[in-house]
Every structure is written in C-alpha cells, then in structure tokens.
C-alpha cells in the first residue's frame, strides 16, 4: 500500500496537530475543574454523533434522521445491562444493537431516495420509541427504568476514544476503494450501480457502521443520564443536532463534524444558560445563515480563504469549462 | 453461438406497454442498431437488458446464461455494460478517477496497480489522456460521452450498449465517435447502439432492428431497411418531417 503511506506523509502537518490535541484533551480531567470535564464530555458525545452521521451521510448523499434511534438503542442496552456487565462489554453491546437495527432499518427504507428516505427514517426513531413506551406499559408494567452511575472522567476517556475511533475510520476508509464505491453513490447512484457496485449492500453496511459508533457513543453516555424511559433515550434533538452540526462544520474532511460539533454545542451550553426562552431562535437564524452563506459549512469558508491565500488553482479548475 | 438472446421480452408501466413481446439476438463481434421514433422503446429495452428494470415476462439469455431480473451490478460483471441516453458520469471526480471507477469494480479482484494502469490503457485509447486529472462535470457534452464510454470500457465487458453516443453531437464529432464504435468492435466487443443519427447507423452497423409501440417491426440490413416501406412511412418518414419544421 504505498499509496497510502504517501497521503500519510502528506498529512503529516495534520496528524501532529490532531496528536497535539488529543493529548491536551487527555490531560484535561489532571487538571481542570469538574465542569469543564462534563462541557468537554458533551462536546465529543456530539462530536461522535456528528462524524457517525458524516460517515454515512456525507459521502453518500443520504440523509439519515435515525441518529436518534441508534442513540435511543445504546441507551437502553446501558439501562437493561449496565449492572449485569463490565462496561466495555456493554458499550460494544450497545454498538452491535444499533449496528442490527441499523441493518433492518437500512434494508427497508434504503431504496428510497432523497426526502423520503430522511421522513422514512426519522418516523423509525418515533415508532420505535412509541412501541416500546407501549411494550413497557402494557407487557412489564414500568416506565423508564435507572442506569448504573459511572464517573465523569471514565465516561469522558471513552467518548474521547470513540471520536478518535471515528476520525480514523472516516480518515481511512475515504480513502479506500470501498469509501470511492461510498462517495459513487452520493456522486450517481444508477451509474455506480450500473458499473459492478453492489449499492445496496455498500448502503446498508455504511449506514450499519455509522449506527455502530452511535450505539457505542449511546451506550457510554447513557451512564450519566441516572433514570432514562424511552421519552428520553429517543429524543428527536439527537437526529436533528448532528444533522445540523455537520452541515454547520462542513462535510468535506474530518475536522468538519468535530468542529461543527464543538462551535455548535458550546454555542447551545451559553445560549441555554443566558437565554433560556430564545435559544432556539437564535439557534435556527445560525443555521439558516450557514445554509444561505457557507454551504459548505465553516471548513468549506476555511478551504475557500485558504485558495484565495495561496492563489489557489483549485478555486478555478472546476468552474472552467474544459474542452 | 448467439452471445445474447432476448425472447417475448415485456415491460409496462401503468397501462402502457413500453416494451412488448421483443425478440431478438446478436452474434458474438457484431454492431447491431436500434432504431426507432420517440418513445419506441427502445431505452426501456436497453433498460431490462442492463438490470435497470426487472422484466414483466419474458427471457434475456447471456452466454448462455438467464439475466433476466438481475440487479445490474450482477449484469456488468457477467461483461454486458451500458451507457445512458443522458449522461451519468460522476462530475466531481476527475476523468481518471470515472474511469478507474470502472476497471476497479467492473470485474472481481483487481489490485490498484492493476486498475490504474488498465484505467490509463483506456483513456489513452479513447482519446482522454490529456484531460486525465480535469473534473468530468466540467467537460463538453462530447468528451462527457467519452468519458462514460471510457468508464464502460474500463469494465471489461463482452458487451456494450450504446444509447444515442452520437445525440447532440456536431458533424465532425459523429465522425470521430464513428470512428470510435468501430475501434470498440475491433477489441472483440459486441455493441448494441440506439440511434437517431441515420447516417451513422446505416454505416457502422450491418444490421438493423425498428422497434415501434414497444414491437420489434422489421429486422435487416441497413439497405432493406431503408427501403421498407413501413419503416419509411413510420420512422423515416417522421425524421423528414422533423426536419422540414426545423
Ligand atoms: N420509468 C418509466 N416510467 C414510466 N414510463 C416510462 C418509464 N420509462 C419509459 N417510459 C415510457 O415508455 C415508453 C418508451 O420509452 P423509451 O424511453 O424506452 O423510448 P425510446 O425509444 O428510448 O425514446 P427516445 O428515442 O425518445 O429516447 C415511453 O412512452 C415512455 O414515456
Ligand atoms: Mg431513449
């Protein structure tokens, strides 16, 4: 694979800087205050959450709103085995049970296209939280059940890995041929298909993998939540943040859903706190903003400033006709 | 032996019968035209063929071997790839890289090496090298066509569809896509081509079918053709209507 040692050398400037901050991050909890774990901890939950849906979502052009739904399922795997298990067991549990429900859900509504596939799939996050709200009810008999309490700085070290996880699969499997089989699909899917790729099972299985890392990411954060019924755990906010945060950090490389995803939550922790009646408000007029300026959200701005700096040959090629 | 035979082939959508009892078959190394009036049928015909469509009855028989229904990822790695009446190249990829597309999943088990350099034997024989790294979205009409060809190609396939290469192309670029066609059938291609453009197909081709209402009207060669009444009255016919208005 010399390839992939070239871009690996290519980047070399990237991936210092990514070490630089990861070892910050793990330093943090040695020597800052209580809150800023838990600030910090949010953060990269959304972080997670956010490269999960880019994982899919961004190279395939499919836009998933059952984020929520593969949240919903970790948490409740950290709920019904979070005593019975050591927590990497169960944080892998929580990852396989969304990785299943991910396969189930993608091999039905993967044949739609565009809006419909996103209304399909945000439906699956309130059936599935209705059904079981039902089933608890009318089958156990209870609602909502505790989740085994797990210290700040453990949870914080897990979710820490879990984007870095994330960060190099998204990073390696871009630039592999099943990530260029991926990115076909969003590019044209009839041709992709009509040239050897088996989408459906690129689709399902991509879609599968992101819903992994949000069991995983479901799972670990759930032991913070002290009670969950299936209102919480399903929370709709979890399939429309990490949208938003994506399309608000960019979806053109790795850093874009991370910063997206930092920008955004810190951004919604000082707006909760100061204006707690306007938030959304202010929130939606951001968004709106990003979506009419920065279509490529703020690594796209970077990426452009970056051209404009250098001159950049780039900026012109693709809107050049060549004959 | 025949390389593909299609029988009673039949397509609806709704209440309309786009394709209707088709029969047809094509030698191993031959050209064989498809022509047609507007809404003949003949892209939904390419369409079941290639595994864009499943069928509603009948048989598509591929080296001896039923495609029929068959999802077309399966098709193009049996060798039986198609190109599309508007074009479907991937714009943000680079010419190469559409290319290398199609020799990395075209067939099974090809390492990097491998593809790139057949990815490059194709564009060098389709005329593409020197556009090489230039996004395929922001290339002319013409070269787009040659960069799906190209993709096609890099697929390794027995054979090729064609859907209307030469639609929207000026006089001297019919002539090089001509040209082309025939340079594919000389690497031992068999093509099925679609096409509006007469002259081109009453050249290249040595046989010829006329679809009409989703039927196969009349089969033969280029000069029988061209002579038959019928196809005169409906195809023909029309085309100089068409170009009276025009
Ligand atoms: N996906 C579809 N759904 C519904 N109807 C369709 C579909 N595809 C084709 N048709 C109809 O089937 C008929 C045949 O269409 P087709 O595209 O095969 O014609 P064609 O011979 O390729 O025409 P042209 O020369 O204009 O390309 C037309 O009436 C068309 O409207
Ligand atoms: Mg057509």
């Not at chain 1, 949208?243 to 955004?264: E, K, R």
């Not at chain 1, 990003?290 to 090629?317: E, H």
């Not at chain 2, 029929?68 to 074009?87: A, D, E, H, M």
Request: net charge positive.
């Amino acid at each position: 694979m010399t390839n992939l040692s070239m871009t690996v050398k290519k980047n070399i400037p990237y991936i210092a800087i990514s070490v630089l901050i990861l070892a910050l991050l793990a330093a943090v909890p040695f020597f800052s205050k209580p809150y800023t774990v838990v600030l910090l901890k949010n953060i990269l939950m959304f972080a997670a959450l956010t490269l999960s849906w880019a994982l899919f979502s961004g190279p395939t052009g499919y836009i998933s709103l059952a984020t929520a739904a593969f949240y919903g399922v970790g948490i409740y795997t950290a709920a019904y085995l979070g005593k019975v298990l050591p927590l990497p067991v169960m944080v892998l549990c929580g990852g396989l049970a969304s990785f299943l429900l991910a396969l189930i859900i993608g091999a039905i509504t993967l044949r739609l296209r565009g809006i419909y596939f996103a209304i399909f799939t945000l439906s699956s996050v309130e059936l599935i939280k209705q059904v079981l709200h039902w089933f608890e009810i009318t089958v156990l008999g209870t609602r909502g059940r505790p989740v085994v309490k797990i210290s700040n700085t453990t949870v914080y070290y897990v979710v820490l890995l879990i984007v870095v996880l994330l960060m190099v699969t998204t990073y390696f499997l871009k630039r592999s041929r099943y990530g260029l089989a991926m990115s076909s699909i969003g590019s044209c899917e009839d041709a992709a298909a009509h040239i050897g790729i088996n989408v459906t099972w690129v689709k399902v299985l991509t879609f599968a993998l992101s819903s992994f890392f949000i069991g995983l990411t479901g799972a670990t954060t759930a032991t913070g939540l002290i009670y969950i019924d299936s209102h919480i755990a399903f929370d709709l906010n979890y399939s429309f943040f990490p949208t938003l945060m994506a399309i608000f950090g960019g979806i053109g490389n790795v850093f874009g859903p991370v910063i997206g995803a930092a920008v955004f939550s810190y951004l919604r922790e000082i707006l909760i706190t100061r204006f707690p009646y306007a938030y959304m408000i202010i929130f939606g007029a951001v968004m709106i903003l990003t979506i009419l300026y920065l279509p490529n959200g703020i690594i796209g701005l970077v990426q452009t400033i970056k051209d404009k700096v250098l001159g950049g040959k780039d900026a012109t090629a693709s809107s050049r006709k060549v004959n | 032996m025949q390389l593909l035979q299609v029988e009673k082939l039949t397509k609806h959508f709704g209440g309309l019968t786009a394709v209707s009892g088709v029969d047809l078959e094509v030698e191993r190394g031959e050209i064989l035209g498809l022509i047609g009036p507007n809404g003949a049928g003949k892209t939904t015909l390419f369409n079941l063929i290639s595994g864009t469509f499943a069928p509603n009855a009948g048989k598509i028989i591929f080296n001896g071997e039923s495609i029929g229904g068959l999802k077309p990822n399966y098709i193009c790695r049996k060798g039986l790839v198609r190109t599309f009446q508007t074009v479907k190249i991937f714009p943000e990829m680079t010419v190469f890289q559409n290319v290398l597309m199609g020799s990395l999943f075209g067939s099974e088990g090809k390492s990097w090496p491998e593809a790139t350099g057949q990815a490059r034997e194709i564009l060098d024989f389709t005329g593409l090298s020197h556009l090489s790294d230039v996004p395929a979205g922001s290339l002319t009409l013409v070269n787009q066509k040659r960069v799906e060809v190209a993709r096609a190609l890099a697929t390794r396939p027995q054979m090729l569809l064609l859907d209307e290469l030469m639609a929207g192309l000026n006089p001297a670029e019919v002539a090089e896509a001509m040209e082309l066609v025939t340079r594919i059938r000389e690497r031992g291609i068999t093509i099925i081509m679609i096409e509006h453009v007469m002259k081109a197909i009453m050249n290249i081709c040595k046989r010829i079918i006329v679809l009409h209402h989703g039927k196969k009207i009349i089969e033969g060669t280029p000069e029988e053709i061209s002579t038959n009444k019928t196809v005169i009255e409906i195809y023909l016919g029309e085309e100089e209507q068409a170009h009276a208005g025009s």
